[in-house]
């Protein structure tokens, strides 16, 4: 099973609006890490945040970790069209060899 | 500077055959680490290298090997093709072992098996 899971699975709004989308995980991590991924093509890296960090910001990017109920949200603020893309968490698991372990991603549609 | 590239971009090749892919890091970029991405799915690890050792392994077939060069380029290898392998084959890289930075991922090799 994936160490994280990203909810909800799609998410519509419209241009302007703000997006969250939220990962939870199972195991203790040492950072995590979202994606962005437009139409099934590379992905872009958004913000890392480490396990001893709460909160951290990037443009309209807001990026929150709760260690104790293993989750994390992402937040878009003021969304654009070109904000259409699946976004996927990454955690990096304690003790493990640094492998990133991605979810299934949160296909989010931003409406002009 | 150039990003990851990734070669070829596309692929068509029948089951039981075998394939090649090739990755180019970004320079200066000493770990490449490869992933399977199948239609509706996360990317799913494969591979890690670093320094030209593996590093991690994930859970995928002997069919799947890889190895890297002293240029820190990355080629991986699927022996005996099945119509499953069909996917987004990505290669990402970083300058130290993935998870504790940022991964640079190239725009993937989309492979189909018939």
């Known amino acids: 099973s994936q160490q994280g899971e990203e909810d909800p699975q799609a998410l519509s709004i419209q241009e302007g609006e703000n997006a969250t989308m939220n990962c939870s995980y199972k195991?203790?991590?040492?950072?995590l890490q979202w994606y962005r991924q437009n139409s099934g093509r590379g992905l872009v890296h958004l913000i890392l945040?480490?396990?001893?960090?709460r909160e951290k910001h990037s443009g309209r990017l807001r990026v929150t970790l709760d260690t104790s109920k293993k989750s994390s949200s992402l937040l878009i603020t003021a969304s654009r069209a070109a904000d259409t893309a699946s976004y996927f968490c990454?955690?990096?698991?304690?003790?493990?060899?640094?492998?990133?372990?991605f979810g299934r991603g949160t296909s989010l549609i931003v409406h002009p | 500077d150039a990003g990851v590239t990734q070669s070829p971009t596309h692929l068509i090749k029948t089951r039981g055959q075998q394939v090649t892919l090739r990755c180019s890091p970004i320079?200066?970029?000493?770990?490449v680490s490869w992933y399977q991405q199948v239609l509706g799915q996360g990317p799913q690890f494969i591979f890690q290298?670093?320094?030209?050792?593996?590093?991690g392994r994930g859970n995928f077939p002997d069919r799947f090997s890889a190895r890297q060069f002293p240029n820190y380029s990355s080629e991986l290898n699927v022996n005996a093709l099945l119509l499953g392998d069909s996917a987004l084959y990505l290669c990402a890289s970083s300058y130290t072992p993935a998870g504790s930075y940022e991964q640079y991922f190239g725009p993937g090799t989309r492979l189909t098996v018939t």
């Open positions: 320079s200066g970029h000493k770990s």
């Open positions: 945040i480490r396990s001893n960090e």
């Open positions: 290298y670093y320094e030209k050792e593996e590093r």
């Open positions: 195991t203790s991590i040492n950072n």
């Open positions: 990454a955690t990096d698991v304690t003790g493990g060899s640094y492998i990133p372990t």
